[in-house]
């Protein structure tokens, strides 16, 4: 089993602050009386538009994405090397997932005091001491505690980065500041797949050695290349309470059935490769094809016909392509119509990218936009741990198709719910 990060996606992220321009106006604690406007959206927005602060965070990220290839090896690693069992590794992974809750939360709230580039930079030499403390264990105990602690210090830097993008963008931007990253992170992700098949012939131990390096030059970057300006700590983020909004508990919701259908790629994918007769190595294959896919498909995002758009239609769209992927997964018996397959439902987490996190930055107060943002990113906390229990349990009873077509119902549930959450949103006072 292996544990998928949005945007990872569907795990983003970073600060300079700006002003909303005059003619839009958007739902906050800070602004009630005033219905919230979606502002109209550029989500194939040239790289070269985008601010410096973006670009810099982008690059930080991507080279931390070199490395961040240990989670799924890290099934591998407690099996192999610590001779873990089928049911302590679960035990294992069930508990990094929970710890990854406080540890965004934290992050949000430490965000939200000491700015955004310092909570970057403690979140990722954090994580770099937890990966080296699973380098050095030498037992399962050993190894169980060093796991936990990376869980509640591996979301840390997330909300500041979603922060700081949201805060240094233009709203209408946003998505396309998200959908850069993405790509970013994806070219990269396919390089750190090609490092890791060769790095994990030897201890795979290693592998977490390479990772707590590049956290450690993604934090000098981000130390030495971000402006100082960029993040700024605010003396009134205590005032604001995100678990009170109403708007944002809703957007969670759904963002974790999002989650939870999302994760099936990492976990039944590679059961339904086999018991359709495929190998499941096959799933590296069509996880290039997704990352291919969502690189080259940008200039997508930048036709008429989406780029007018607002985020909760472009969603609705999004959701739509997502079901009909998810759906002809379901039924699928060769590698070509896998790899079809995941064409679509890729071009379908494409619209979407970056669209929930807009909107959760456009509710949230500028004082507590870190909070707001970690509260929305536990979706994928909760995920980890609900999508192993749904999907593992209808394969087994039902057969694989039962889970793709419950993924497809669930995302044509979720396109159908957006015009009612935009009307909800611009309603509210």
């Keep these: 089993m292996t544990i998928k990060r949005h945007l990872t996606s569907h795990h983003i992220f970073h600060r300079v602050v ?58 591998v690693t407690l099996g192999q090397e610590f001779h873990a069992s089928i049911t302590q590794i679960g035990l294992l992974l069930a508990g990094f997932g929970l710890a990854t809750i406080p ?30 403390a699973i380098v050095g264990t030498r037992s399962l105990t050993q190894a169980a505690i060093a796991v936990v602690l990376l869980g509640l210090v591996f979301e840390i830097y997330e909300p500041p980065s979603q922060s700081m993008i949201a805060d240094a963008t233009p709203a209408e931007h946003r998505p396309a500041a998200f959908n850069f990253l993405a790509a970013a992170m994806a070219a990269a992700g396919m390089a750190a797949g090609l490092l890791a098949a060769w790095v994990a012939n030897g201890d795979l131990r290693w592998l977490f050695a390479i990772d707590a390096l590049t956290c450690l030059a993604c934090a000098g970057i981000v130390a030495h290349a971000l402006p100082v300006t960029c993040s700024a700590p605010s003396p009134a983020a205590h005032k604001a309470r995100p678990l009170a ?3 944002l508990l809703a957007l969670l919701a759904t963002g974790t059935v999002f989650a939870t259908v999302y994760l099936q790629i990492t976990i039944a994918m590679p059961l339904t490769l086999t018991a359709r007769g495929q190998p499941a190595t096959h799933l590296g294959l069509l996880l290039t094809v997704s990352a291919i896919t969502m690189v080259l498909g940008q200039p997508l995002l930048r036709l008429r016909v989406l780029s007018r758009l607002d985020h909760f239609s472009a969603m609705t769209t ?18 070509p119509e896998f790899t079809a397959a995941t064409v679509l439902w890729s071009l379908g987490d494409l619209v979407l990218l970056g669209r929930a996190y807009t909107i959760v930055a456009a509710i949230a107060p500028s004082n507590a936009r870190g909070r707001y943002l970690a509260v929305y990113g536990i979706s994928w906390g909760i995920a980890s741990i609900a999508a192993p229990l749904v999907g593992t349990q209808l394969l087994q009873h039902r057969g694989p198709e039962a889970i793709w077509i419950t993924c ?22």
């Excluded at 998810?326 to 590698?335: D, N, V």
């Design 18 to 75: 700006v002003s909303v321009t005059d003619n839009i106006s958007f739902a906050s604690d800070e602004a009630k009386g005033h219905p919230m406007q979606i502002p109209p959206t550029t989500a194939g927005l040239p790289r070269q538009r985008l601010p410096a602060t973006v670009r810099t965070l982008v690059l930080a990220r991507a080279v931390n994405r070199l490395g961040a290839f240990t989670l799924p090896f890290l099934t």
């Design 408 to 429: 497809a119902a669930a995302c044509l549930a979720l396109s159908a719910i957006q015009p009612v959450m935009r009307a909800r949103l611009q309603q509210h006072k």
């Design 245 to 247: 909004d109403w708007r």
């Design 103 to 132: 540890s965004r939360l934290f992050g949000g709230a430490l965000t939200d005091r000491i700015g955004g580039k310092a909570t970057i930079i403690v979140g990722l030499c954090a994580t770099a001491g937890a990966q080296l």
């Design 318 to 335: 999004g959701y739509l392509v997502l079901s009909g992927g998810m759906l002809a997964t379901g039924f699928a018996r060769t590698l």
